[in-house]
């Protein structure tokens, strides 16, 4: 985890001369408590080399696991696989189903709730005055729009928080897995997932026996061509929502915030002509921060890339914030500017079947938030520096002070 600790600057820096090598560079694998170690990976980050990864899902396979390290396959048996670690054909089915979700009418009913949820952040700001970014805004949009989104009734939203605070109290741990408090965050976390599970499950038996009009029902009821998803399935798509559109979003906010503090000039610009900009600024935000850091593949046969003779069963490591600063693709891509042409960074998964499910969804919500803080609050500023998760996956923002 010592790279992880490392300043930003010096860690885009180790990636600059990464991407100077001839070809990538293997490392061992961490150990991590309960995990069995793997065998190590190579680290992708030229931009090239990532879009090449995503787009070919044949020979850069999500299976058995996209995260690193690989879940203990008691986790799948429990709670399901999430989509993100399977291939064709179960991921293709899956992600015909769940797309329902994402579909520019479901998309369209969304859009009022998180406008209803934004007004509601700023109103609680004003009346609570200036402290912790996160706590007080960004950590309370996501959440609400995929309760939003799920159909969770709204007097069930206290009970379906309170089990993510859980969550996300773990996912802040640092150190060693086996200390007591540690252990007592795992198990919290653990019954979190699971009251959640049941919570959904519960919830799509009912939709079955009586469909309405929510997305649940249009995820357990069959489609034309006879596709639907089990219960068990709906529960691990829930636990996906959570963790995939969750601490994302919060963190592009957070950090969002920040770099619109940082760089007045490029502010400036954007209230000069907010509809025009505010799409660009998302994506070069997204482009910069990577709120993702990295997803893995794992090679289903031998394969040549970038100089490199992999074997098959040999795992890659797409790491997003190193191909987003490729100076092959992006000019001064250390310069945060939101007029720049960002369309093909990789901050959302580069092409390929596992690119983000929930762009869009993201987008919106953060151009909502975005423009009830900015015109209500024009004040609004971040102060000092944030307090950052150590992890190798989420840039994750603690704390952020504010003020407005
Ligand atoms: C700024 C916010 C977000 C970022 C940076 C982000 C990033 C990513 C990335 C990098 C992947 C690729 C995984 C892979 O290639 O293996 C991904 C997949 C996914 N994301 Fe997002 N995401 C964001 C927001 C969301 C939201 C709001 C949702 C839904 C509520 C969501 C749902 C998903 C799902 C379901 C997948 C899996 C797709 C699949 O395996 O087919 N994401 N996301």
Not at 287 to 298: C, E, G, H, N
Not at 336 to 348: E, Y
Request: hydrophobic share 45%; glycine share 8%.
């Amino acid at each position: 985890m010592e790279f992880w600790s490392l300043p930003a600057g010096e860690r885009l820096a180790e990636f600059a001369r990464l991407r100077t090598l001839g070809t990538p560079v293997f490392y061992a694998e961490p150990r991590v408590p309960f995990v069995r170690a793997g065998k190590g990976f190579y680290a992708l980050v030229r931009h090239e080399d990532v879009q090449a990864a995503g787009r070919n899902a044949k020979v850069f396979s999500s299976e058995p696991a996209a995260t690193s390290p690989e879940p203990p396959p008691w986790l799948a048996f429990f709670f399901g696989t999430p989509m993100v670690n399977m291939d064709d054909p179960r991921h293709g089915r899956l992600r015909r189903i769940v797309s329902r979700a994402f579909s520019p009418r479901m998309l369209a009913k969304i859009e009022i709730d998180i406008a209803a949820t934004a007004t509601r952040i700023v109103d609680d700001v004003l009346a609570a005055g200036p402290g912790d970014f996160v706590e007080q805004v960004a950590a309370r949009l996501p959440i609400q729009v995929i309760c939003a989104m799920m159909g969770i009734p709204e007097q069930t939203r206290p009970y379906v928080l309170r089990r993510i605070d859980a969550m996300t109290e773990y996912s802040g741990v640092r150190g060693s897995l086996l200390r007591p408090r540690t252990l007592r965050l795992l198990y919290g976390n653990l019954k979190a997932i699971v009251d959640l599970h049941r919570l959904v499950a519960r919830l799509g038996r009912a939709r079955l026996r009586e469909p309405a009009d929510d997305l649940i029902s249009s995820l357990v009821n069959a489609n034309v061509d006879g596709e639907r998803l089990s219960v068990k399935e709906l529960g691990s798509f829930f636990d996906l929502l959570l963790v995939a559109g969750n601490e994302t979003t919060r963190n592009a906010l957070a950090h969002g915030l920040k770099l619109l503090t940082d760089h007045p000039d490029q502010r400036a610009l954007l209230m000069a002509d907010f509809d025009a900009r505010i799409g660009g600024a998302i994506e070069e935000i997204v482009r910069y921060v990577s709120p993702i850091i990295q997803f893995r593949r794992t090679l289903t046969e031998d394969f040549e890339l970038d100089g490199n003779a992999f074997k098959q069963g040999d795992k890659v490591v797409l790491f997003y914030p190193a191909a987003n600063r490729d100076p092959s693709v992006f000019k001064d891509p250390d310069v945060f500017d939101i007029t720049r042409d960002s369309r093909q960074h990789v901050g959302f998964g580069g092409p390929g079947p596992h690119m983000c499910l929930g762009a869009n969804l993201a987008r919106m919500e953060l151009k909502i938030m975005f423009r009830e803080l900015l015109s209500r609050l024009p004040d609004i500023r971040t102060v000092g520096e944030p307090e950052l998760l150590l992890s190798n996956f989420d840039n994750g923002v603690l704390h952020q002070p504010f003020t407005f």
